[in-house]
């Protein structure tokens, strides 16, 4: 991933060849947080500018007046001896699939994915793979948990379709679970979350996010062993209802209509309906995971419980949920600070959030010792 997002000033560079710069102007808005980027047609102009040698070329297939395939195979050559990631967009055809087994290019992406789908596709050829092993460089426990939570996210995107998480699901979660705990009191945690606020595989990273704060605030406010697991898993698993919306929905950037906002808060009832039988022994994490919306003055969703009615494992998700929700940087918003969440948190307290929680977590954020550096 990009060095800005490790706090230093480097810009990624990309060329993106295409005739039709104004059917990519939403993705290119975006990229450009991350990259400097040449948008070229074809001939001379997209050769010279694949000769500068750019960290990721895009290539749109028809280039009117070019060769798609052509300029792919120039920018691999010129990528040679460092690491480079090409992306060929357009139909796909047996030239295309020739490329991609040539190791020509790194992906092929149909031309009539929304921003969204485009921006999710792209971040998982460009940055995931790196930006989880420089995570895991963080520390031994950092290292294990990326690599516990990536297993353990892979097998749930596969359950999801299937219908539920089963036996096998609920070991794979217990054992992210157990590295998260073991993380807890860590000095690393805080850098490893720093890191993960801008992580672009955004379900995965604040799913992973809130289960570690949630092990960490457990463990702060000296809940027993066998309960920080449950937090831990809880966390890990609240938002596992995300998996079932459609990426052109969850990472569209831009205003959601009313009908996508409805698809979205959907996702704690479907979470439940894929927890309810794997956990039937876990009573408190069903509910959190149906729940974790809900606020104290009956507004929430999905069925508008009211304080007195919200179970406590709920209202601590909620509090680390929305911690972890604001101060992530996504592709339709920056990252906010700790101060202005926490602005925006205590004029949630009372009508949404658990007061008496949250002053307890904004104490242990603000102390520093836990989860302090979280969203420095
Ligand atoms: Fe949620
Ligand atoms: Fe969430």
Redesign the pocket.
């Known amino acids: 991933m990009a060095d800005t997002c490790l706090g230093t000033e480097r810009k990624w560079r990309m060329v993106f060849c295409t005739s039709r710069p104004s059917r990519y102007s939403a993705v290119l808005n975006t990229l450009r947080q991350t990259f400097t980027i040449t948008v070229t047609g074809s001939g001379p102009a997209a050769t010279a500018a694949i000769e500068t040698a750019p960290d990721v070329v895009i290539i749109e297939d028809q280039l009117i007046g070019g060769n798609g395939a052509w300029l792919a195979q120039q920018a691999r050559m010129v990528g040679q001896g460092r690491s480079n990631t090409v992306v060929m967009v357009g139909h796909q055809n047996a030239a295309t699939t020739r490329l991609l087994e040539e190791g020509m290019i790194d992906a092929a992406f149909s031309d009539d994915l929304s921003a969204g789908e485009f921006l999710q596709q792209f971040w998982r050829v460009f940055g995931t793979g790196e930006e989880d092993s420089r995570i895991s460089l963080i520390s031994k426990p950092a290292a294990r948990v990326m690599d516990d939570g990536r297993k353990m996210y892979s097998r749930l995107e596969e359950m999801v379709i299937d219908g539920g998480i089963g036996r096998e699901g609920r070991m794979v979660v217990a054992a992210t679970a157990d590295s998260v705990v073991s993380l807890a009191d860590d000095p690393s945690v805080a850098p490893m979350l720093h890191q993960l606020r801008g992580h672009h595989d955004s379900t995965f990273a604040?799913?992973l996010r809130?289960g570690i704060l949630m092990a960490s605030f457990g463990r702060a406010i000296g809940v027993p062993d066998d309960q920080l697991r449950l937090m831990a898993e809880t966390g890990l698993l609240?938002?596992v209802g995300?998996l079932k919306i459609p990426l052109s929905v969850l990472a569209k950037p831009g205003r959601l209509t009313e009908e996508e906002r409805r698809e979205i808060r959907l996702h704690p009832e479907i979470g439940a309906q894929l927890v309810i039988e794997g956990y039937s022994d876990l009573p408190d994490l069903v509910t959190a995971v149906r729940h974790?919306h809900e606020k104290l003055d009956g507004s929430g969703y999905p069925d508008g419980q009211a304080y007195g009615e919200i179970h406590e494992m709920s209202l601590c998700t909620a509090v680390v949920?929305v911690y972890?929700?604001l101060t992530d940087q996504r592709d339709y918003k920056q990252a906010m600070d700790q101060e202005d969440a926490f602005e925006i948190m205590d004029s949630l307290s009372g009508h949404h959030l658990e007061p008496r929680l949250y002053k307890r977590f904004r104490e242990l954020v603000m102390d520093g010792r836990h989860v302090g550096a979280a969203a420095r």
């Open positions: 604040h799913s809130v609240h938002d995300k974790h949920d972890s929700a």
